[in-house]
């Protein structure tokens, strides 16, 4: 009977070890190396994880996501979000991979924009024009962070009048939640003490074969958008709206990513391959069905739900696989490695009145919401 019970103890203590290694093995980030001190703030990581096994790993520090795992057609869990395995690396490296950005996500031209008659002046950090909220947008600061329970975090952030040179004191909160359908679901909401201009998004890069596991060309993407909206060499929009008919960008049906990114096509010579806003097929605000992006090996598929009125869809082109681009297990992040699906509102809009407008006042609440699900075929 002792005999019995010690076997039984033995085999449970050698069944925990082995559950704690499998759980170590699949969990690519450890929460250790991002317990830092930046601005005078505590960095943090956060798991996030259903009932499925999906988990989502995101820091903090510019409210970054760190790893998406989700299963392939076997069952196999992989990291599909490009990243890093510290917070010294995300402080260091590449600024946009996971970020929430803002105060406005894309382009303004010439750095200025013009607001009830007022003209505001803006850090220019892209040549001649502002990128992602300027020189220290919400991709470089510290989030509060809240972890409400084992599937969702809210981060918030106090962003102040004249922050790069935006008016208004804007409080932005952005949930992040981890659905039992295998959804990842932003919820953003915001209000402002001045009118101000806003524009928020998540700048993931996926590779749904794995972060590292080469390019994406054979990616199979479909975008609910019958019109782009074509920019000049500098990536910012003309003002017209193109149909995608009869042109590379027209992924009404799907078709691998590389199909046609090397056509003989100004708009891609102008990027490098895509990096384009997409006008969605939608109503105003309504949660809708945007794009839907699979991966013939792995059989993972990734469909986009947003109430934005945009999809920025970017092939990766700047980065090197070289220096800040070497990421998690020191895998090489190089051009078109992945894709990024950023649900938004379109690129310079505070200059194009043309275009959906991106003005907050006081007394009202910006809301906005974007869904990841992920399944297999």
């Not at 033995?10 to 499998?22: H, P, Q, R, S």
Request: aromatic content about 10%; proline content about 5%.
């Amino acid at each position: 009977m002792k005999r019995l019970i010690l076997f039984g103890l033995f085999a449970a203590i050698l069944f925990m070890g082995c559950e704690k290694n499998m759980e170590s093995s699949v969990i690519p980030v450890h929460r250790e190396n991002f317990q830092v001190t930046h601005d005078g703030k505590q960095v943090d990581l956060f798991t996030l994880k259903n009932s499925n096994g999906m988990t989502v790993q995101l820091t903090n520090y510019g409210g970054k996501l760190v790893s998406i795992l989700v299963p392939d057609k076997d069952g196999n869990l992989g990291d599909v979000c490009l990243g890093y395995e510290s917070a010294e690396e995300y402080i260091n490296g590449t600024a946009s991979l996971g970020a929430t950005i803002g105060r406005y996500a894309n382009r303004i031209a010439g750095g200025q924009f013009e607001l009830n008659g007022q003209v505001y002046q803006l850090f220019k950090n892209n040549g001649p024009h502002t990128i992602h909220g300027g020189k220290k947008g919400y991709r470089f600061v510290v989030w509060d962070a809240e972890q409400i329970d084992d599937q969702s975090v809210k981060l918030s952030y106090l962003s102040p009048d004249g922050e790069e040179g935006f008016p208004g004191t804007l409080l932005v909160k952005v949930l992040f939640t981890v659905t039992d359908d295998n959804e990842l679901k932003l919820e953003y909401t915001a209000t402002t003490d001045k009118p101000t201009v806003l524009n928020l998004t998540n700048h993931a890069f996926y590779n749904l074969k794995g972060e590292g596991q080469g390019d994406v060309m054979d990616h199979v993407l479909q975008v609910n958008a019958d019109q782009f909206t074509p920019t000049d060499e500098t990536a910012i929009p003309t003002g017209a709206f193109r149909d995608v008919a009869g042109t590379p960008f027209d992924f009404r049906t799907p078709k691998p990513l590389g199909q046609d990114i090397d056509a003989d096509n100004q708009q891609l010579e102008f990027a490098g391959g895509y990096d384009h806003n997409f006008v969605l097929n939608k109503e105003e605000g309504e949660l809708a069905f945007a794009a839907r992006l699979s991966e013939p090996t792995t059989g993972r598929v990734m469909e986009v739900f947003t109430t934005e009125p945009g999809l920025q869809v970017y092939t990766a082109n700047a980065l090197t696989g070289e220096g800040t681009d070497i990421g998690k297990g020191g895998k090489p992040y190089g051009p078109r490695s992945s894709v990024c699906l950023e649900t938004q509102h379109f690129p310079d809009s505070p200059n194009h009145p043309e275009f959906p407008s991106t003005a907050l006042n006081p007394g009202e609440t910006y809301t906005s919401t974007t869904i990841y699900k992920f399944s297999t075929k």
